[in-house]
């Protein structure tokens, strides 16, 4: 994967959906889909009705989670360890913050966005698919 221009900031995000996905919090970088050039054995799953995950067909290794349609479609979000030192990217929110287990949670003076105001903004966004629970 090669990415043009700087890389976005990293958000978090503790829904049941990505917490499955990843086996615990989800990270993506936010990068510009037309900045993103892809090669190699990239396979895809509409993990939900409105998102789309990716990874390497080789290693098994997550490559990214995307809206393939909606207000947030156009943006990758890329997985921070598929770049030396997270490409230099920092973490700048915590997405359904208030879902992460009760054994840890991010620390730092980052934006916390509830479940409740994720799901406001992004009315899109199904109960049954991204945040059940």
Known sequence: MTVTGPLGDISACHCDMCTRWSG????????????????????THRSSSIGERAWCDTCGSAVWFRYPEGPDAGY???????FDN?????LVRIVYADRHP??????GD????????????HPFVEENTHGAS
């Open 24 to 43: 615990s919090v989800q990270m993506g970088i936010e990068v510009p889909q037309q900045r993103v050039e892809i090669e190699g054995p990239v396979k």
């Open 76 to 82: 990758f979000e890329l997985a921070p360890g598929l």
């Open 86 to 90: 997270a490409g230099g990217a920092k």
């Open 102 to 107: 009760d054994g840890y949670a991010l620390a």
């Open 110 to 121: 980052v934006e916390r966005v509830s479940k409740a105001e994720y799901e406001a903004r």
